[in-house]
């Protein structure tokens, strides 16, 4: 029996992983929520929480070792400037997971990681009017110009 092994490999090389976590940590506190598979997003939820601990601490080492994980030079100042301090009063707990359901090509279950006070809201289009006003509008030009033939043609006939 295994002892004290903890993670999930997620059939990848130990330097794979590694660069997996690192790109999507980074995206997830660049664009404050993602969609991944569920167990990648559980995988992640201890390490971003980990920077945003780092971010609270507001020294130099600290973002040091942020900047040594996170890819990117902005994520890391908004880390510092912008998510930290929204959760200053939490102890613990700053992304939520959602569980979205399963991907359609190979059925993988999916999950919506994201911050808190950073909810998602998916873009609704509307289809209804604009959709129907178009097809409606198209249908009766055409429509009407085949009457107005079909009615020269009977009025010539008469």
Do not use: C, W
């Amino acid at each position: 029996m295994p002892h004290q092994v903890a993670g999930r490999k997620l059939g990848r090389t130990t330097s794979h992983r590694k660069a997996l976590f690192r790109n999507l940590v980074t995206e997830l506190l660049d664009k404050e929520h993602i969609v991944t598979t569920l167990y990648k997003a559980k995988e992640i939820r201890p390490i971003a929480e980990k920077m945003i601990t780092l971010g609270k601490r507001e020294n130099l080492h600290a973002r040091r070792q942020a900047a040594a994980f996170v890819r990117s030079r902005a994520v890391v100042h908004k880390l510092f400037e912008t998510l930290a301090p929204r959760f200053s009063d939490r102890s613990g707990g700053y992304t939520r997971i959602i569980r979205l359901g399963f991907r359609k090509g190979d059925n993988a279950e999916t999950a919506l990681i994201e911050f808190l006070g950073s909810e998602y809201k998916p873009k609704v289009e509307k289809k209804g009017k604009k959709a129907k006003a178009g097809k409606q509008g198209k249908e009766g030009s055409e429509g009407t110009a085949k009457d107005k033939s079909k009615k020269g043609e009977a009025g010539e006939g008469e």
